[in-house]
């Protein structure tokens, strides 16, 4: 049986580095030297990112990382079917990470309210603004209320406070 | 001192002024204006400029009021510490609900019109034989009674004990810590509406201390609570209560269903481990 966690976010919020926290195999990229000034990364993922974590018996956890540009959006919702999870990663250092977090959540919109999802906010020591609270709203203003949470997803810690996020709310629907 | 307006309803219209507050503090308030207590006769509102009757500010040296020369008739004080409990006009951050509607219910103690001596009652024993009854004269009540809003006060242990709850928003990090295990508790809550004993099942923690975690998010209007003996709705139909229930998503849309035991193996994989027990 096979499952997926499918994480998106903007770019250089640190997909490629979650799934690589996590997964039994060295994640398979598909970066291309970026050419977007914009981002400070050498490098972007413009196809998938790929790793996954056998639990054993056949049973595997697949894990993806959306390409965080949004010229690749038509992606995100191919990708994010079925999925046991959805992990929004947001990178605090951007301009508007609000407005950030409302394009994942429009462009998902009529797929929230069946799917386990959670919030995780990088860099939130360098920049503390907008607070947790600030997110929290903007979700409880679209009725939602999943989890939102301070990472560093170069811990692997932080990572998994993700995916036990993910895995209590499949838990609570089981 | 005049007894306050009347408002369409019967209660007193009184108001309140806060000055210098927090937006959390504002939030608060108005949360608590919003949910209202029966131990209250009132009907408080807030306000930005005089007439006032309740000034509730946090500085040593209150400003003043716009538009007013005078001081509120009664003033509350918003601290960081715990103020002594014997002073209800001292109200500790976070502001609480309980605290405040004490502070409110002193408020109109103190506000309540004076009876007036204008009128002497007549009782029927003095009434002249024969006499059509004089009309009665009595002092007035200080306000006209009015219908006891509804209550709001903090769940018992009953009703914690017959409801489901499923948060309205993420909690703050200092909510999600007043448990160990807050922050899976909330996830669970975030997914669908749970009674205490599901939540103690799905956690692994004591349902004592689910009840404590409970009240503290009801205490923060951050849970909706359904009657235990609703019949659990298929979970995208329970996203928003009161809502009508959206159209069934396409197959090919929402979240996959693993059973129990494969989530524990991921969870053991993971090393992220169940609660407690």
């Known amino acids: ?174 | 001192m005049s007894a306050p307006p009347v408002d369409a309803d019967g209660g007193p219209a009184l108001r309140i002024m806060p000055a210098g507050l927090s937006k959390n503090d504002l939030l608060r308030l108005e949360v608590f204006i919003g949910v209202r207590s029966d131990r209250l006769r009132g009907r408080w509102s807030l306000v930005s400029q005089a007439p006032v009757d309740v000034y509730i500010h946090d500085a040593d040296d209150p400003p003043t009021i716009p538009g007013s020369l005078t001081r509120a008739p009664v003033q509350l004080r918003v601290t960081e510490s715990s103020p002594d409990a014997a002073d209800v006009t001292l109200l500790a951050r976070p502001l609480q609900f309980d605290a405040f509607v004490e502070a409110l219910v002193a408020a109109e103690r103190q506000l309540a019109a004076p009876a007036t001596s204008a009128a002497i009652p007549i009782s029927a024993a003095t009434r002249p034989v024969g006499a059509a009854p004089a009309a009665r004269a009595v002092a007035p009540a200080p306000w006209p009674s009015a219908p006891e809003p509804a209550a709001a006060a903090r769940p018992t242990p009953a009703e914690l004990a017959t409801g489901r709850f499923r948060l309205r928003r993420w909690p703050g990090a200092n909510l999600l810590q007043t448990s160990r295990y807050g922050l899976r508790m909330a996830s669970f809550m975030s997914a669908r509406f749970l009674s205490l004993r599901e939540l103690s099942q799905l956690s692994g923690v004591e349902e004592q201390e689910c009840a404590r975690f409970v009240s503290t998010l009801i205490d923060s209007t951050l849970l909706r609570v359904e009657p235990l003996d609703t019949a659990a709705p298929p979970r995208a139909a329970d996203a928003v209560a009161g809502a009508p229930a959206p159209a069934a998503a396409p197959a090919d849309a929402g979240a996959a269903r693993p059973g129990r035991s494969l989530l524990t193996s991921l969870r053991s994989k993971l090393g992220i481990g169940h609660g407690p027990r």
């Open chain 1, 1 to 174: 049986m096979d499952l997926k966690i499918v994480f998106t976010g903007t770019p250089g919020a640190g997909k490629t580095t979650a799934i690589a926290a996590l997964s039994d195999i060295p994640p398979v990229v598909t970066d291309v030297a970026n050419t977007d000034a914009s981002l400070d990364k050498a490098l972007t993922t413009v196809g998938l990112d790929y790793g996954h974590v056998d639990l054993g018996d056949g049973v595997r956890i697949r894990l993806f990382g959306t390409p965080g540009q949004q010229r690749f959006d038509f992606m995100w919702r191919i990708i994010a079917a079925q999925a046991l999870g959805l992990v929004i990663l947001i990178d605090n250092s951007r301009p508007d990470p609000l407005a950030d977090l409302r394009v994942y959540l429009d462009h998902f919109s009529d797929m929230l309210r069946g799917m386990n999802c959670v919030i995780g906010v990088g860099r939130t020591l360098e920049c503390p603004l907008p607070t947790l609270d600030d997110f929290a709203d903007l979700l409880a203003e679209r009725e939602l209320a999943f989890p939102t949470l301070a990472v560093d997803v170069r811990e692997r810690s932080d990572v998994l406070l993700l995916v036990d996020a993910v895995i209590a709310q499949a838990e609570a629907a089981a």
